[in-house]
């Protein structure tokens, strides 16, 4: 017979303790019929809720398979609401369903906070008991009693309990020793043993003399141990010299490490042990987490058990660790002894990231192609014959992406750009509409005036070629979509963080290098450095308790960091470089929220804009151009405008 999918309780029942459930879309579909309570106004809720956000059915239609689980798991748990936790147990649509209980109000919690990622939540084994002590956990055989059948003790049955089959001490179980060492040698008379839960939770046998009726013999038993541990591996013969030659470049190979035990690893020298405790006391001062010590302390003993803390290691040769080992960290061990003078920097790893992708993607083109593409990155770098401001690597990329299909097309068929025509550029920018055009055409203006410029080519082929200019006006975003923005955001940073975006209009990349000296608490002010000149951002009530709250996460986690940015992250926290956090941190903390940065930003100003129509006050306080602010004025006041956008 087919067992019941989350069969209903007793409404009202108070449970022990909630278990966690494996769910699966199968078990989802076998209570697709089933009549249950407040089904209905949650699927009106969650129709409401696509058509509010532009979903499509399939989403709504699914997130309502999903609520059936949760409401059968309610009335599985005998409760009157949803609770919280109840989510976890759904395969998908976590988020979902929890935004439309949201609305619907049949939360306990009240407010939901949304799921990042589809974790397991399920052991990955199910349930069980020891099949030697019956305590409760997830194994088989429980960690203690695995342990205790490992010194050799004799197989019978217990003259206690009467367990058949299994390792006894002097006639007497695990089960039994432990029962007895708990409750006292009277124990020893009766026939049953407590129930307890295993793994971590369970008891440690400690055995004092006299309690199972006989001695253990203590001094006899640490002789063994000492006797049968094994004696200190030798020091590495590979241990780096101070001021040792090179004979020729060459990596250290990890795969002799990448697999087997730390134990067999060299013995550390003295300075080394000195140097793994050093950098063991800067874990913890930086208020490291306990994990991340522990994975930065086995890659520093894996250095430094071969290499030695005699003298400077490349830093390529610690980066490979953590392509061949799992488990270990390079990026704090690296730190560490840069700080104390003990790395040789690797030279490919200082060139810029973008300049790395850059060269990357030149490769990929054929020789003349490539070297003419060369050519426009040094002119667009300053360094052609015409003496001009750099252009940062960041950008040019940006153009070359935007090149980069053109390209590979006329590649095909051309060995030099010199080739390309102005029926070749028309060609290409018609096929792409509205502002694609016109990056591609920016991006192509400045690649053939570049190699006229260096007279590479005869003559310009995008000379005459313009692309109409779209005019974008910002689009204001739905009040569904605003509310309770903040308190759905992921903790102190991420509410903190929001709140600056989307009550102050702070841009994506002035909210990452606010400074700690600029926030003045007492006065209730913010400073934000801008390029042309210092804005005054003056705190609200909601804004000042937020920055509170995240100043002591701040310091309850990085106590130590010397990192002068007011947001910081695990990584940047660390990093003896001190940067601004990045900005995929950026993107995560919106990412959940369904929104984006810059048009969280562009709806604050265009709310401002409906309050005033002085395009001034908008340069001033969102620090932006002439043209930008009107605008946003025309988006907001289109009486203002004297001809209607194209």
């Known amino acids: ?81 949803i609770p919280e936790e109840a989510l ?10 929890a935004d439309v209980l949201r609305h619907a109000g049949l939360t306990r919690a009240g407010t939901l906070l949304p799921r990042r990622g589809a974790r397991a939540v399920v052991p990955r084994s199910p349930q069980r008991s020891c099949e030697h002590c019956e305590s409760w956990g997830t194994r088989k055989i429980c960690d203690g009693c695995d342990s205790w059948r490992h010194p050799g003790h004799p197989v019978g049955d ?47 046998l400690a055995v004092r003399s006299g309690m199972l009726g006989y001695v253990v013999p203590h001094q006899k038993a640490r002789a063994r141990a000492a006797a049968r541990r094994r004696a200190a591996p030798p020091v590495s013969p590979h241990l780096a010299v101070p001021g040792q030659g090179v004979l020729f470049d060459a990596r250290r190979d990890w795969s002799c490490i990448a697999v087997g035990s730390l134990d067999q690893l060299p013995s550390l020298t003295p300075a080394a042990q000195a ?83 850059i060269e990357e993607r030149l490769r990929r083109f054929p020789l003349e192609i490539a070297s003419e593409l060369r050519r426009w990155v040094l002119v667009l770098r300053g360094e052609g014959r015409r003496q001009h401001r750099p252009m940062a690597f960041e950008m040019i990329r940006k153009y070359l992406s935007y090149l980069h299909p053109v390209l590979t097309a006329w590649s095909g068929r051309v060995t030099s750009l010199r080739e390309i025509t102005s029926d070749d550029i028309w060609h290409v920018l018609r096929q792409r509409p509205g502002q694609p055009a016109q990056d591609l055409a920016s991006a192509l203006r400045s690649l053939f005036r570049a190699l006229k410029q260096e007279r590479l080519i005869f003559r310009d082929p995008t000379r005459g070629i313009s692309v109409p200019a779209v005019a974008r006006l910002p689009v204001p975003i739905a009040t569904g979509r605003l509310r309770g923005l903040i308190d759905r955001a992921d903790g102190p940073m991420a509410q903190l963080t929001v709140a600056l975006v989307a009550i ?106 409906r309050q005033t129509a002085d395009p001034v006050h908008l340069m001033r306080v969102f620090g932006i151009s002439d043209t930008t602010a009107m605008k946003y004025v025309y988006a907001a006041h289109p009486e203002r405008r004297s001809t209607l956008p194209r």
């Open 88 to 97: 976890d147990d759904l395969p998908r649509f976590r988020n979902a369903a």
């Open 504 to 609: 102050h209009g702070l841009g994506k990349r002035e909210a990452p290098r606010l400074l700690m000296a600029d926030l003045d608490l007492p006065g209730g002010r913010l400073l934000v450095r801008r390029s042309l000149a210092l804005h005054t951002v003056y705190l609200d009530d909601l804004t000042r308790a937020l920055a509170i709250a995240w100043l002591r996460e701040r310091h309850r986690r990085w106590p130590a960091t010397a990192n002068p940015h007011l947001l910081v992250s695990q990584q940047t926290a660390a990093m003896n470089a001190l940067p601004p956090v990045s900005s995929m941190v950026m993107n995560e903390i919106f990412r959940p929220l369904g929104l984006t940065p810059s048009g969280l930003r562009q709806d604050r100003i265009l709310d401002e804009a």
């Open 158 to 204: 217990c003259t206690r309990c009467g367990r058949e089959g299994i390792p006894l001490l002097d006639g007497l179980c695990r089960a039994c020793c432990l029962h007895i060492d708990q409750h006292g040698p009277e124990a020893r008379a009766q026939a049953w043993t407590q129930l307890w839960f295993g793994g971590d939770l369970a008891p440690r």
């Open 275 to 357: 140097l793994l405790a050093e950098f063991r006391e800067h874990a913890r001062a930086q208020g490291w987490e306990e994990e991340v010590r522990r994975l930065a302390a086995r890659s520093l003993r894996i250095v430094l058990a071969w290499v030695g803390a005699g003298a400077p290691i490349r830093e390529a040769d610690i980066r490979g660790i953590s392509a061949g080992r799992p488990g270990t960290s390079a990026r704090r061990m690296l730190q560490f002894l840069a700080s104390r003078n003990l790395i040789i920097p690797d030279p490919a790893r200082e060139i810029d990231i973008h300049e790395q992708a």
């Open 1 to 81: 017979m087919t067992p019941r999918i989350c069969p209903p309780a007793i409404r009202g029942q108070m449970l022990l303790f909630r278990m966690r459930r494996q769910l699966t879309d199968p078990h989802a579909r076998r209570v697709k019929d089933r009549d249950l309570a407040g089904y209905d106004r949650l699927r009106e809720a969650a129709i409401a809720l696509a058509a509010e956000r532009g979903l499509t059915t399939a989403w709504w239609r699914g997130t309502c398979l999903m609520l059936r689980l949760a409401l059968a798991i309610r009335e599985a748990d005998g409760d009157d609401q």
